[in-house]
């Protein structure tokens, strides 16, 4: 049986006759009438303390399990509840805008034409000069499966000055590469250059996915072999 039913019987019930047959009192008859005795002091006071006790118990007999949990109130508890319902919003908005070739290595099977300028600082000096510059991007020799390809950067000027970067798509970011120069015409003394490559706009569904955007950054170093540094910023995009 419930506790709580239990009290309230309890309390209900025995308290009440009890108090209601001690106000009662005696009845005896005088001379042919009825007179009413006067129940004792001591019994109301017995009657209230019974039900003091039995309300007491029924108090106790509430387990602390049947009480709801409280709602979060402290400003830890309430920040973290938005924080969950943040990473849940987050979580579907990923899911949404997930595209067929996103983690998709890109296949470069056309060439690219770029333009761009640079900041070229020669040794010993605090003065930049810049220079703007377009011509095509091509790659050649990419595996699939590696994920390593070459690339030639062939400048539209009289000289037709190319440059050859060996390069790796990286392996946490699949529309990320980074390549390394590693020949140069006409030939000259060569120093240390790098690459850095943004696929944008990738499309088509995998292995067939092309890149309808490339974003090149590059920079070179001064060494033993070269007397000037600088960096680079070229945008591409397919030949038509």
């Known amino acids: 049986m419930d506790p709580v039913d239990s009290a309230r019987r309890l309390t209900s019930i025995p308290a009440m006759n009890i108090l209601t047959s001690e106000r009662a009192g005696l009845s005896t008859v005088v001379g ?30 509430l387990s602390p399990s049947t009480l709801p949990p409280p709602p979060p109130t402290t400003t830890l508890e309430l920040l973290a509840s938005q924080i969950a319902a943040l990473q849940r919003e987050v979580a579907a908005l990923r899911q ?16 690219f034409a770029y ?7 020669h040794r010993n000096s605090t003065v930049s000069v810049e220079t703007c510059q377009n011509g095509t991007l091509t790659a050649y020799n990419q595996s699939v499966a590696s994920g390593l390809f070459d690339i030639s950067i062939q400048a539209d000027i009289a000289t037709h000055d190319q440059w050859h970067f060996v390069c790796s798509f990286n392996p946490e970011a699949a529309h990320v590469a980074t390549c390394t120069l590693t020949f140069e015409f006409p030939l000259r003394p060569e120093g240390p250059a ?21 974003s090149i950054l590059g920079t070179y170093f001064y060494d033993a072999l070269t007397n000037d540094a600088g960096v680079y910023r070229f945008d591409a995009v397919p030949v038509a």
């Open 32 to 61: 042919g009438m009825t007179r009413m005795t006067p129940p004792p002091r001591n019994a109301e006071c017995i009657a209230t303390k019974i039900m003091i006790f039995l309300g007491a118990f029924s108090i106790l007999a």
């Open 96 to 111: 949404l805008n997930t595209q067929p070739c996103d983690g998709v290595r890109p296949l470069l099977t056309t060439p």
């Open 115 to 121: 333009s761009g300028c640079n900041r070229n600082v």
């Open 194 to 214: 790098w690459l850095q490559l943004f696929f944008e706009n990738v499309t088509g569904s995998s292995p067939h996915c092309t890149p309808g955007r490339v």
